[in-house]
């Protein structure tokens, strides 16, 4: 079970990776899309799925329990999140230096844009404190958020795999 999980833990390391080059060197702004969670979402549900019918009907003899399937695709979006977030901290500290830039950049125009719609909601105060912060933004901290946002994704889409392939 545990060398499945570690194999198709790799294909996810490797999706996320592709997709976030792609999306970042077709200037679609991979940060602030939510195409990235889409993306990474259908990737972890085919990935965790087809990993747990692997497991379940080749190795198995058509059963698992909802434990297994739990195990394999923690297994699977845990290693995606570490591995996608050692690559993005090499990509935004050594290959691509400017994305940090970049980053705060959009930050700063998806914030005003959204600001200017919702006057009411933004006071000048917030909205000062709002660009401070967004300012102050590390390459360590766009990890961490990246790496956690596939964390919530993988344990959303986990169960679901497992309730559904358990037998």
């Given at each position: 079970m545990i060398k499945l999980a570690l194999r198709y833990g790799a294909f996810a390391i490797l999706i996320t990776i592709i997709s976030f080059t792609v999306l970042f060197y077709t200037d679609q702004k991979?940060?602030?899309?939510?195409?990235?969670?889409?993306?990474?979402?259908?990737?972890?549900?085919?990935?965790i799925g087809v990993a747990t019918?692997?497991?379940?009907?080749?190795?198995?003899?058509?059963e698992l329990r909802f434990w297994q399937g739990m195990?394999?695709?923690?297994?699977?979006?845990?290693?995606?999140?570490?591995?996608?977030?050692a690559f993005l901290y090499l990509f935004m500290a050594y290959?691509?230096?400017?994305?940090?830039?970049n980053y705060k950049k959009e930050s700063i125009?998806?914030?005003?844009?959204?600001?200017?719609?919702y006057p009411d909601k933004y006071s000048p105060e917030r909205r000062e404190t709002d660009l401070?912060?967004?300012?102050?933004?590390?390459?360590?901290?766009?990890?961490?958020?990246?790496?956690?946002?596939?964390l919530l994704l993988g344990l959303l889409v986990t169960p679901i795999i497992a309730i559904f392939m358990r037998k």
């Open positions: 991979p940060f602030i899309n939510f195409n990235t969670i889409f993306i990474d979402g259908l990737s972890f549900l085919v990935l019918y692997e497991f379940r009907k080749y190795r198995q003899g058509g195990s394999m695709g923690m297994i699977i979006y845990v290693m995606a999140a570490i591995g996608f977030s290959i691509e230096p400017e994305a940090l830039m125009d998806f914030y005003n844009r959204t600001a200017e719609m401070a912060n967004i300012k102050e933004v590390s390459i360590s901290g766009i990890v961490f958020k990246e790496g956690i946002k596939k």
